[in-house]
C-alpha cells in the first residue's frame, strides 16, 4: 500500500479531547470501548485516540492481511484493529507473555523476572474480544516475543501492520525491532508510547534500513501525546 492510504484526519473527530460519535464509522463501536475503560492492565486504556488510530490502520489494509501484536494488555487494541479488519479474510496474533498460565510462568520465573511479569486476566481479554464478536479473527500467543520470532516463518504470510507495545525497556524494544524484516513492502509498524528508550532503539535499528519511513510522528496527532509513531515499509 502507499503511505496515502494510511492517513487519517483525527480534527473531524475528535474535538479537545472529545468525540463526536456523528463522524465515527459505523463499524467502530466507540459504545463498546466506553464499556472496557476501567479494566486495569494497560493496553489503550480505551480512549478514543489510542483506539480510532488503530482501527483506522487496521481498516485500509487489503483483504487477507496479517496483523501481529506484541503486548496485549487487556485486549483493547486487539478488539479496534478487529474491528478494522472485521468482514475480511485478516488475522491478528496477539503475543504477550503475561497471558500464559500461572504454572508457565513458574517455571521460567528467573527469565521472565527481567519484564517485570504481571498476570493478565485471559478470560476476560476472551470474553471481551467474543462480546465484540472478533474470537474468528484473533490468536493470543502466551510467550515472549524473542521465542515467537525464533519460530516464526515469515515467508509464508509476511505481516501487514505490526504494532509494538511490549515492554519499554531499551533492550527489550531492540527485541521487538527485528519483527519489522517480516512486514511486507507497503506495511506499517505502529509503536506504543513513544518514549526515549523506544525511539532510541528504533532509531538504531532503522539506521541502516532506508526502506522504512516515518509516517507521522506522535506530537503530529491530536491531542499530541507522545503516545503512538509510525513508520511505513517502501
Request: hydrophobic share 35%.
Amino acid at each position: 500500500m502507499k503511505k496515502e492510504d494510511f492517513f487519517v484526519e483525527m480534527n473531524d473527530i475528535l474535538k479537545d479531547g472529545v468525540h463526536t460519535p456523528g463522524n465515527l464509522p459505523s463499524a467502530f463501536d466507540w459504545k463498546f470501548f466506553d464499556s472496557t475503560r476501567g479494566l486495569e492492565g494497560g493496553g489503550t486504556r480505551g480512549s478514543l485516540d489510542h483506539t480510532y488510530y488503530l482501527f483506522h490502520y487496521a481498516s485500509v489494509l487489503p483483504d487477507n492481511s496479517l496483523i501481529v501484536e506484541i503486548g496485549t494488555g487487556n485486549g483493547e487494541s486487539i478488539i479496534a484493529m478487529g474491528m478494522g479488519i472485521r468482514g475480511k479474510n485478516s488475522r491478528i496474533i496477539a503475543i504477550d507473555p503475561r497471558l500464559m498460565s500461572i504454572e508457565k510462568i513458574s517455571k521460567r520465573s528467573r527469565e521472565l523476572y527481567k519484564y517485570g511479569i504481571q498476570l493478565l486476566d485471559t478470560k476476560l481479554i476472551i470474553n471481551n474480544i467474543k462480546k465484540a464478536g472478533l474470537e474468528n479473527y484473533v490468536t493470543l500467543i502466551g510467550n515472549t516475543s524473542d521465542r515467537i520470532l525464533k519460530e516464526w516463518d515469515g515467508r509464508s504470510r509476511p505481516i501487514d501492520m505490526l504494532h509494538i507495545n511490549g515492554s519499554h525497556k531499551f533492550e527489550h524494544v531492540k527485541i521487538d525491532c527485528q519483527w519489522l524484516k517480516y512486514v511486507r513492502p507497503g506495511g506499517i509498524a505502529v509503536f506504543d508510547n513513544w518514549i526515549e528508550s523506544v525511539k532510541k532503539a528504533v532509531d538504531e535499528y532503522l539506521a541502516d534500513k532506508p526502506e522504512w519511513k516515518l509516517l507521522t510522528g506522535s506530537t503530529a496527532q491530536p491531542p499530541r501525546h507522545p503516545w503512538k509513531t509510525v513508520f511505513w515499509k517502501n
